[in-house]
């Protein structure tokens, strides 16, 4: 099946830096990737819809200007969370449609974030 | 406000069990439902997928979809130790992408 890649898979900084993340499709092209955050004991939060080519599109209430994404290229799609902050910690999850499904989504390992 | 809502949990059932997990959802256009498991730490992985009413076995797993009552569900026979995860139903609304997660529903298998 598809396979995602999602790298780093946990990450440490400090209040204030930036952490990049990066999300690959490894045997397919993928135009549109998502991202998802969870944080403890809570559902998935889809963020925004990557669209390879053109500006992301972001949920209600997600800052634009704070979670950066890029998507470059038809197999990959960064995720910039810029000055970070301790309520920034969270599982961030990446994912793209399966070319086997209808809406199938296939998820990245996800990459947990502490923000100190 | 696309809702899509599950009991919590956790529900807890003896192993050999049949474990039955339920979801309801509030937009009527949807039409691509889906169960993902999630264990602890982990990214969700694909369980089952149903489009259409009626039901769909995969080997454990039957997936159940009924449109008018807004309503599927997901029966686990022989429920095993390692079935214990976060079950997590989504709803795809049918000319896009965007899928909406339920809160997940805790499944505990008892030895």
């Known amino acids: 099946g598809a396979v995602v890649s999602q790298h780093p898979s946990w990450v440490i900084c400090k209040s204030g830096t930036s952490v990049k993340i990066e999300c690959r499709s490894l045997?397919?092209?993928?135009?549109?990737m998502f991202w998802y955050r969870q944080f403890p004991k809570q559902s998935l939060m889809l963020m925004a819809t990557?669209?390879?080519?053109?500006?992301?599109?972001?949920e209600q209430g997600v800052e634009k200007d704070k979670f950066l994404i890029n998507h470059a290229s038809l197999t990959l799609s960064t995720l910039t969370v810029t000055s970070a902050h301790p309520e920034d910690s969270s599982f961030y999850i990446c994912?793209?449609?399966?070319?086997?499904?209808?809406?199938?989504?296939?998820f990245g390992a996800g990459s947990r974030l502490t923000v100190l | 406000q696309k809702e899509v809502e599950q009991n919590s949990g956790p529900l807890s059932v003896p192993e050999g069990a049949i474990a039955s997990l339920n979801c309801t959802y509030s937009?009527?256009?949807?039409?691509?439902f889906f169960w993902y498991r999630q264990y602890s730490g982990k990214s969700p992985e694909l369980i089952m997928s149903?489009?259409?009413?009626g039901d769909k076995e995969d080997g454990r797993f039957t997936a159940q979809l009924n449109k008018a009552s807004q309503y599927v569900s997901l029966l686990i026979r022989d429920s095993q130790p390692s079935d214990s995860a976060t079950y997590l139903c989504?709803?795809?609304?049918?000319?896009?992408?965007?899928?909406?997660f339920g809160t997940g529903t805790k499944l505990q298998v008892i030895p």
């Open positions: 989504a709803v795809n609304e049918g000319g896009y992408q965007k899928v909406t």
């Open positions: 994912s793209a449609e399966d070319p086997s499904g209808a809406n199938v989504l296939t």
């Open positions: 990557s669209n390879e080519g053109s500006k992301a599109t972001y």
């Open positions: 937009d009527r256009g949807s039409q691509s």
């Open positions: 149903i489009y259409s009413n």
């Open positions: 045997d397919f092209q993928a135009t549109t």
